[in-house]
């Protein structure tokens, strides 16, 4: 975290209260489901009140065959970011692994 106003919310907050890189602004002042409302929020106030999703990690062994395909994980086609959103479960070895999560 820069310098600046988080920097100062953070040093006050406890710790499951910071905020962190991978959060999620979900709202700002009541603003949410529009990037560009919430990132004017920051730009236009001198105050933001924000709620903020932290998404939980897990991790997953996955066996493939190889082929190059993406384990039954829908996946973007274009990808940006430093992630990767899975779209959705079909089938194949995600499937499975799920599965046996579940037993």
Not at 5 to 13: D, I, K, Q, S
Not at 52 to 66: H, K, L, Q
Not at 95 to 101: F, H, I, S, T, Y
Request: proline share 6%; with cysteine.
């Amino acid at each position: 975290v820069n310098p600046g106003p988080v920097e100062r919310y953070n040093r006050h907050a406890g710790h499951e209260s910071q905020l962190r890189s991978g959060d999620f602004i979900v709202s700002a002042n009541g603003v949410h489901s529009n990037a560009e409302k919430l990132l004017a929020q920051f730009q236009a106030e001198t105050t933001v009140v924000m709620l903020v999703a932290r998404p939980m990690e897990i991790r997953a062994v996955i066996e493939t065959d190889g082929s190059g395909s993406t384990a039954g994980l829908e996946l973007p086609v274009n990808p940006s970011g430093y992630c990767l959103l899975i779209r959705d479960v079909n089938s194949g070895p995600a499937e499975k692994w799920n599965a046996a999560q579940a037993e």
